[in-house]
């Protein structure tokens, strides 16, 4: 009797052992595919905080563009109306440039 004993304990035993791995298969199939789901997640997470960040960089290049454009036309003007309003110290002016610049490019 104790053989049958001992014979149900180890059949008890395989049966444990077993079940325990269809746990762990099903355990470890589980966490991969939580994992997989984690990582698409935070892909798509990453993928949307970059297409921000590229739209914030975007709207401050286009602004400071914009802001410096502003800056050379406005200048552009400012160096227009002078030159209307004196033409002749205009000419004298950019004639003495002109030496100084053929002046430096000899030496």
Do not use: C, W
Not at 16 to 33: G, H, I, N
Not at 84 to 99: D, K, T, V, W
């Amino acid at each position: 009797m104790e053989a049958k004993s001992t014979q149900e304990d180890y059949d008890q035993v395989k049966r444990d052992l077993q079940a325990l791995r269809d746990d762990m298969a099903k355990l470890t199939r589980s966490v991969s595919e939580s994992q997989k789901s984690n990582i698409s997640s935070l892909r798509d997470e990453i993928r949307r905080e970059s297409r921000e960040a590229l739209d914030q960089v975007r709207q401050k290049g286009d602004a400071a563009f914009n802001r410096a454009k502003d800056a050379g036309d406005k200048a552009f003007h400012d160096v227009e109306h002078k030159i209307e309003e004196r033409p002749f110290l205009s000419i004298i002016i950019m004639f003495l440039a002109g030496i100084l610049v053929g002046k430096l490019l000899d030496r």
